[in-house]
């Protein structure tokens, strides 16, 4: 049972950091950057993946991938010739490299050659009515990752799944920016087939930090273990205490909280 002062601390600061004003300096606002469905999708997912150090940082290099896209990300991986991925050689972020990049662009090209949205790479051939997108991530990494003489196994480790009791944080926060809908201009709510009901918490250091500390996660610990895929799922089932229809709306008072160090 979530506690009633917590339970209006979450949903006071929900309501503060789910703005516009909040994407100014969040990898969310890269894909804000366009308008066209497939621009956003693959832009939102490239800046997901990338999303961990400073978000500074963060933001220079998916700016850098853009720039590197003629500024059409799109129409880039639609039309682009062998000699035009040259330049994406130098390209490194953390441990993501040229090989990486490479390997998202084949993928990319290939995907959208049959399909007019990401979205089908998530939901095809799985149960509508999971519990929630657990299925749909092991389903997308099965599809991104099969073997083939293109596919290189080190750009493994920057697709999680739960299958390997990974948090997801990253691909969970893209799926936050695709499915859930509201008003507020952060989140995009493109995709239909899955429901915000669905979603599940995006936890990384911060945020495990502050539900330890709330009490919605078992201890109170300064130092919690780090956070695995079944912390996350214990997270939004507490969450559904609040809203059973869009728990993952407290990630934005999660995350505040814990960067901006108001715990």
Not at 6 to 24: C, H, M, T
Not at 55 to 62: D, G, H, M, T, Y
Not at 209 to 216: F, I, Q, S, T
Request: aromatic share 12%; net charge neutral.
């Amino acid at each position: 049972m979530i506690r009633a002062e917590v339970a209006d601390l979450l949903n006071r600061k929900a309501d503060q950091y789910n703005r516009s004003p909040f994407i100014e300096r969040d990898p969310v606002s890269i894909p804000h950057l366009f308008t066209a469905r497939q621009d956003i999708e693959i832009m939102g997912f490239w800046s997901a993946v990338l999303a961990w150090g400073q978000r500074p940082v963060i933001l220079r290099k998916a700016a850098e991938l853009i720039d590197l896209m003629d500024g059409a990300p799109y129409e880039f991986i639609r039309s682009h010739q062998e000699i035009d991925l040259k330049r994406f050689l130098a390209f490194k972020h953390r441990t993501f490299n040229a090989t990486d990049a490479l390997y998202f662009i084949h993928f990319f090209r290939e995907y959208y050659q049959q399909h007019a949205s990401l979205e089908d790479a998530f939901v095809d051939g799985v149960n509508p009515g999971a519990a929630d997108v657990g299925p749909a991530l092991m389903a997308f990494h099965d599809r991104f990752c099969a073997e083939s003489e293109y596919f290189p196994a080190r750009t493994r480790k920057h697709i999680a799944t739960p299958a390997r009791n990974s948090s997801c944080k990253r691909l969970l926060m893209f799926l936050r920016w695709m499915v859930r809908q509201d008003d507020r201009g952060v989140d995009f709510g493109l995709w239909a087939r899955l429901k915000p009901s669905q979603l599940v918490i995006p936890i990384d250091v911060h945020v495990n930090r502050v539900a330890h500390r709330l009490g919605l996660l078992e201890s109170r610990d300064e130092k919690p273990a780090p956070p695995d895929w079944k912390t996350a799922l214990r997270l939004t089932d507490t969450l559904r205490e609040l809203d059973p229809a869009d728990p993952v709306r407290y990630d934005f008072a999660l995350f505040g909280l814990g960067v901006e160090g108001e715990l």
